[in-house]
């Protein structure tokens, strides 16, 4: 039961580490920029879901982390794969192309 989900968890999970990882690279940029290594920067790569750290990302990237984030949420509470918008399945074409789309394809054209 729910195989097809498993393999998306999986793809969003290493999505978001990736993501997380690009941050903490940006962040390290930041820090060697404006000052001295800092020290604690391994533990910091363990919190790097805080604000300060996100910071250092475009919102670009930050909107693609929250959508990954409310995916697996979804994944967790059984509603992941229905459009947010009218409720419909969003279809397993669309979301395996974009693991995170939370529109289906309609209301993604709808809303340009
Ligand atoms: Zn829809």
Redesign the pocket.
Known sequence: MATEFDEIRRKLLQQKQELLTRAAKVHADIIRSSGPLDKDFAEQVVQMENDAVLAGIGEATKQELAQINRALAQLDQGTYGH??????P?GARRMQALAYSD??????E?AG
Do not use: M, W
Request: net charge neutral.
């Open positions: 459009c947010s918008s009218c409720g419909q969003i529109l289906c394809i309609a209301c993604a709808a």
